[in-house]
C-alpha cells in the first residue's frame, strides 16, 4: 500500500493543518479556569487578612488580662540557680586559687588566732623538721618482742613464730 500524501520531508507533516483540525469542544473553557483562579485568590487574600486580624486580637487579649508575674516581689533583685551553679571563667577560677595556694605555701599567717595556730612557710618548716627531727613514740620491750613475732601460716594465725 502507498501513502498517498507524499512529503518531501517529516517535518513538512506537522507543517500544514489538516482539514476540520482545530480544538475539541469538550475542553474546559478559558473563562470558567479564569473564574476560578480569580475566586481562589480572592479567598486566600481574606483567609490571610482574616488571621492577621484574630492573631492581633488575641494578642491585645492576652496584653490586658495578664496579672504581673510577681507583684511582692517588686524590689528584689534577680534570682539566681541554687548552688553549684557553674562557672564563668574557669581559667581565672583556677589561677586565682593557685596564686591563693602559693601565698599560703610562702607567706606567714594565722590559722586560728584563739588556738595560738600559725602557718609559716614552707621552706621554714622544712628546716625546722630537719633541726627538731620528728616526733616519735617511746620504744616498749614488750613492742619490740612483738615486732619480730608473725602469725604462723600453719595455724592460720591462732599461733605466733619468730622472723628469722
Known amino acids: ?9 517529516a517535518d513538512d507533516e506537522y507543517g500544514e493543518t489538516p482539514p476540520g483540525a482545530g480544538y475539541e469542544h469538550t ?7 479564569l473564574k476560578f483562579l480569580i475566586w481562589l485568590g480572592g479567598s486566600a487574600v481574606v483567609i490571610s487578612a482574616g488571621l492577621v486580624l484574630l492573631f492581633n486580637l488575641f494578642v491585645a487579649q492576652r496584653v490586658e488580662h495578664e496579672p504581673p ?6 524590689g528584689e533583685s534577680p534570682r539566681v540557680p ?34 595560738g595556730i600559725v602557718r609559716i612557710p614552707i621552706d621554714e ?8 627531727g620528728l ?13 619480730d613475732t608473725l602469725p604462723a601460716d600453719s595455724s592460720a594465725g591462732r599461733t605466733v613464730e619468730r622472723r628469722r
Not at 577560677?93 to 599567717?109: K, S, T, V
Not at 618548716?125 to 627538731?132: H, I, V
Not at 616526733?135 to 615486732?147: C, F, G, L, S, Y
Open 69 to 74: 508575674k510577681y507583684p511582692l516581689a517588686v
Open 125 to 132: 618548716a622544712m628546716r625546722l623538721t630537719l633541726e627538731r
Open 27 to 33: 475542553d474546559a473553557h478559558v473563562w470558567t479556569v
Open 135 to 147: 616526733p616519735a613514740r617511746p620504744q616498749d620491750p614488750a613492742q619490740i618482742a612483738e615486732a
Open 1 to 9: 500500500m502507498a501513502d498517498t500524501h507524499e512529503h518531501p520531508s
Open 82 to 115: 541554687p548552688e553549684p551553679r557553674l562557672q564563668r571563667f574557669p581559667r581565672e577560677d583556677i589561677m586565682n586559687f593557685r596564686i591563693g595556694e602559693e601565698a599560703a605555701l610562702h607567706q606567714y599567717g594565722w590559722v586560728d588566732r584563739n588556738a
